[in-house]
């Protein structure tokens, strides 16, 4: 991404990615089955 921020703003952005990525370390350490790994995929 192209994004022209001021300093304030990128500081923001970092904090808020930072966040994000502690958010996330549970979730993707989360083991899925194999029978999981296409889950979210609607098969009528």
Known sequence: MNLNLN???RLELAIQ????ADIA???MAFPLED???VAGVYKA
């Not at 990615?17 to 994000?20: G, R, S, T, V």
Request: glycine share 0%.
């Open 7 to 9: 300093h304030s703003s």
């Open 17 to 20: 990615m930072e966040y994000i």
């Open 25 to 27: 370390v549970p979730l």
């Open 35 to 37: 029978r999981l790994s």
